[in-house]
């Protein structure tokens, strides 16, 4: 099973600055097959990024992902005040499909 | 549109029995492998299980093999998940998602989740 470790746990930021969250894989992550999900409390998560750099459907340029391999990122050039929220990374490359422990975005 | 409703949480006592339900519509829903994902209270997401297009094929989280039991019935864009000898970390929202194309593992639509509880 491939273990997904997000850091930070916290990120404490303000409006306008630049997020960079990461998302490490125990093992190497097969067509950098990675997303990441936008979670607010007492809701469902949103897809926001697809193939480690894809952009999901209706999701703002602002939000970025990049990697390979072991190694993901996903920036939020702008933070808006509607990015405050907790952040997942999920690997499809191999069963089982696992997450991440998540990042939260926090106003500073 | 796309919209998943999930049903059947509510509380139970350790050992016993629930069965959700996920109804699905706004997609062709017989062409798409599902998924259940669970969340417990302050946790991060956890993928419980996904079925097969035509429900001939199940895999299952190591953490609910044996106990739970995923099923569909496409003439009624219907999803069940029958759990059994729950435990009390099977405490969670349950939600059931639906890859954004066919053949993909990652979600692009999911429920609102229902609420289990395992407490005595």
């Known amino acids: 099973e491939i273990v997904l470790t997000q850091s930070p746990a916290t990120l404490s930021m303000s409006p306008g600055e630049r997020a960079t969250l990461s998302c490490g894989a125990s093992?190497?992550?097969?067509?950098?097959?990675l997303a990441w999900y936008q979670q607010k409390p007492g809701l469902a998560p949103r897809l926001l990024i697809y193939?480690?750099?894809s952009r999901a459907t209706g999701i703002p340029d602002r939000f970025s992902g990049s990697g390979s391999g072991t190694d993901f990122t996903l920036t939020i050039s702008r933070l808006e005040p509607e990015d405050f929220a907790v952040y997942y990374c999920?690997?499809?490359?191999?069963?089982?499909?696992?997450f991440g422990q998540g990042t939260k975005v926090e106003i500073k | 549109e796309v919209q998943l409703l999930e049903s059947g949480g509510g509380l139970v006592q350790p050992g016993g029995s629930l069965r959700l339900s996920c109804a699905a519509s706004?997609?062709?829903?017989?062409?798409?492998?599902m998924n259940w994902v669970r969340q417990a209270p302050g946790k991060g997401l956890e993928w419980v299980s996904s079925?097969?297009?035509?429900?001939?094929?199940?895999y299952y989280a190591d953490s609910v093999k044996g106990r739970f039991t995923f099923s569909r019935d496409n003439s009624k864009n219907t999803l069940y998940l029958q759990m059994n000898s729950l435990r009390a970390e099977d405490t969670a929202v349950y939600y059931c998602?639906?890859?954004?194309?066919?053949?993909?593992?990652?979600?692009?639509?999911w429920g609102q989740g229902t609420l289990v509880t395992v407490s005595s």
């Open positions: 999920q690997q499809y490359g191999s069963s089982p499909r696992t």
């Open positions: 998602a639906k890859p954004a194309a066919i053949g993909k593992f990652y979600f692009d639509c």
């Open positions: 193939d480690a750099s």
């Open positions: 706004g997609f062709t829903f017989s062409s798409y492998a």
């Open positions: 079925i097969t297009n035509s429900g001939g094929n199940t």
């Open positions: 093992q190497s992550v097969s067509s950098s097959y």
